[in-house]
């Protein structure tokens, strides 16, 4: 039997604000003598806000109440209450998200927002759930072994995903964004000029100042450098030390690794029409270089080995992603031991590596102990809630399965003295079987066991109710980096 999640997407943009929702449909897809396969079978959009301004009382400071009005119209506007979401994601985004009280005003949303909706700040979702929302990750999957990338370029950076065979497998972000520059067309001054920007126009001999007269020719060579630093950063061209000392400027978070060549492209954000060719006649009509930026990437010849093709989404696809593709569903054989433990938001990730999984799990209780020591809460504290990942073997027998279970309990002896929940999620399909023994070995203890999800260290995981008559959860991976 199908069963229906009503989804939210809060895009709190450096420029603009947006809110969708989306209903999604749930289905279990495999035959009745089967084992439970429950999936995202429908996905689809039942309402889209406008595009706003997002409001902000200064240059670092977001109107929170001016935010959180706009949001509240957006309901309205739908006929929906905040309780009939449950699911969805608000997304702080770009340099919004380095704005003083950018982690209260996120906090506020999340609030109103329904039970389980995330909250995050932070490149690497941001930029998965663009390629999502503009189709990226959809061309990609129908695509196999080729490598398609999407830059989403938004106000103040621009976000790149590259997904192969329809799964991420790299991100990246850089402070380039059509707002980085600020332009007064009638009067022909610039207003706010980002550092790095008048940085980087002081390697081009050009002088980049707030209260500087506008010289259109001086813009275009900027853009067009940045354009290239777009490029090289995909590792479109060969770099040398100069386009390497530029690249460390722009980039903000990791930098692509370079391991997956990209041979297709997609573009999306609030600068991406203007890089189809559908941008305003007056480039400074929005009192910046985002139509400049734009025409520059779509005229940059580094661009030109590489496929580009037309997203579904551009301005949109940041907060589409949100609402209707921020959701993941676990396997259909997991454990919860304690139904009332959920939802679970922020929880941290501890990773085993390979090695800490070799020889049979021989390492793994001395390997874990040591690691989860990084979760205490102070000298003297306790530990905070953690989600423990592994591998885990693949068809194993039920022996090997309680063997694994009694590793982990000794690795998390000292975790377990002060905390009453055990997560533990594994990308191997054994979560039911491996619940269960740990359930028999810690009775006390709320056990939650989850399959075929894949976290990294560094990630934060929230878990929602169940759904499918209790067979799977919802699951999100995000990281929450919040900048100043």
Not at 157 to 172: C, K, M, Q, R
Not at 382 to 409: C, F, I, M, S, W
Request: glycine share 12%; proline share 5%; hydrophobic share 40%.
């Amino acid at each position: 039997m199908a069963e229906s999640l009503t989804s939210v997407g809060i895009d709190l943009g450096t420029t603009t604000t947006q809110v969708v929702f989306s209903r999604l449909t749930v289905e279990n897809t495999a035959g009745a003598a089967s084992v439970p396969r429950v999936q995202i079978v429908e996905k689809k959009i039942i309402h889209q806000g406008g595009i706003h301004f997002t409001p902000l009382l200064g240059p670092s400071v977001i109107d929170a109440e001016g935010v959180l009005a706009l949001v509240e119209g957006e309901y309205r506007d739908a006929g929906l209450k905040p309780s009939d979401v449950s699911a969805g994601a608000v997304i702080i985004t770009g340099e919004t998200a380095r704005k003083e009280n950018s982690e209260k005003v996120l906090r506020t949303l999340s609030g109103l927002a329904g039970d389980f909706v995330v909250a995050t700040a932070g490149s690497d979702l941001e930029s998965i759930l663009a390629g999502r929302g503009a189709g990226t990750a959809r061309m990609s999957k129908n695509s196999p072994g080729r490598a398609l990338a999407n830059l989403d370029i938004g106000g103040g950076t621009t976000n790149i995903a590259v997904f192969l065979d329809g799964l991420p497998v790299e991100t990246s972000c850089l402070d380039i964004g059509g707002r980085q520059i600020m332009v007064d067309g009638p009067k022909g001054f610039y207003g706010r000029v980002s550092p790095k920007y008048a940085e980087l126009g002081a390697g081009l001999g050009l002088r980049f100042e707030e209260g500087g007269r506008v010289d259109r020719g001086d813009l275009d060579r900027l853009c067009g450098r940045l354009a290239e630093i777009l490029a090289l950063s995909l590792g479109l061209a060969p770099v040398s030390d100069r386009d390497r000392r530029d690249l460390e400027l722009m980039i903000t978070a990791h930098p692509l690794a370079g391991a997956t060549p990209v041979r297709g492209l997609t573009f999306s954000g609030g600068v991406a029409d203007c890089v189809y060719g559908a941008g305003p006649a007056d480039p400074f009509l929005y009192g910046d270089v985002g139509p400049l930026l734009g025409r520059a990437v779509a005229r940059c010849p580094m661009f030109r080995d590489a496929e580009i093709l037309r997203p579904l989404e551009t301005i949109r696809a940041t907060v589409v992603g949100a609402g209707s593709n921020s959701l993941e569903l676990s396997g259909s054989t997991v454990t919860v031991s304690h139904p009332d433990v959920l939802p679970l938001k922020n929880v941290p990730i501890l990773k085993l590596a390979a090695e800490d999984e070799a020889d049979d799990h021989r390492y793994l209780s001395s390997r874990l102990a040591e690691k989860v020591s990084w979760f205490r809460e102070g000298e003297d504290g306790g530990h905070q809630t953690l989600a423990v990942a592994l591998k885990g073997p693949r068809n194993p027998t039920y022996e090997k399965v309680v063997g694994l279970g009694d590793k982990l309990v000794e690795g998390l002896d000292y975790y377990l003295s002060d905390n009453d929940v055990l997560i533990v999620v594994v990308e191997n399909d054994l979560a039911k079987s491996l619940g269960q023994a740990l359930s028999a070995a810690l009775p006390d203890k709320k056990i939650v066991s989850l399959d075929t999800v894949m976290v990294e260290n560094g990630d934060y995981i929230d878990i929602g109710l169940p759904v499918a008559g209790g067979r799977v959860v919802p699951v999100v991976v995000k990281t929450l980096v919040f900048g100043r």
